[in-house]
């Protein structure tokens, strides 16, 4: 009876460890400014991370340079539930850490996408929102803030709110 106990025991641990090991993200990620390639936010209150393939984070940016204008874009994918961000920001010369940018302002490129079994979303008509950078050092490859908005789909006839976003990349490609 004793070797019975000792391999349930055994057994129920692996069972544990192997539970345990298989949970998802669940939560959003902490808001740091330290590269650490990490997105989230809620979407219309539910949790939404990006999720890549083949090795890849799901996120990340994009340096330009236009003659006096410096601007980033933030790429979020989430191929399993067919869903993306992006957020495309501009200043003079150059961005700002600790700015508020309003992302109604016009020149901006702001757009939440999701797919539906017969057509695609696409909330990119900015009702009210802001981002602000935390973080935005060039040599370092890192750029970090918070972000929430609401934008409109013609395509769908719906609003989304985006809420508690935060992003923190590691890598600016340029």
Do not use: H
């Amino acid at each position: 009876m004793r070797t019975f106990s000792k391999l349930f025991i055994v057994w129920l641990m692996l069972l544990v460890i192997f539970f345990s090991a298989c949970e998802e993200d669940d939560e959003l990620p902490s808001i740091t400014s330290e590269g650490k390639n990490t997105f989230g936010c809620l979407v219309n209150g539910e949790l939404w991370l990006p999720a890549g393939r083949f090795g890849n984070s799901g996120t990340f940016a994009e340096y330009m340079a236009f003659n006096d204008t410096s601007g980033v874009s933030i790429y979020a994918d989430n191929y399993d539930e067919v869903s993306s961000m992006l957020i495309s920001i501009f200043d003079i010369p150059t961005l700002k850490e600790g700015k508020i940018y309003d992302l109604t302002n016009t020149s901006f490129f702001v757009q939440y996408t999701e797919a539906t079994e017969n057509q695609g979303c696409f909330y990119r008509n900015v009702t009210s929102g802001q981002l602000k950078l935390s973080k935005y050092d060039i040599n370092q490859k890192i750029l970090a803030g918070t972000f929430e908005f609401k934008a409109y789909s013609d395509a769908c006839n719906d609003t989304v709110t985006i809420t508690e976003g935060r992003f923190d990349i590691g890598e600016i490609m340029q």
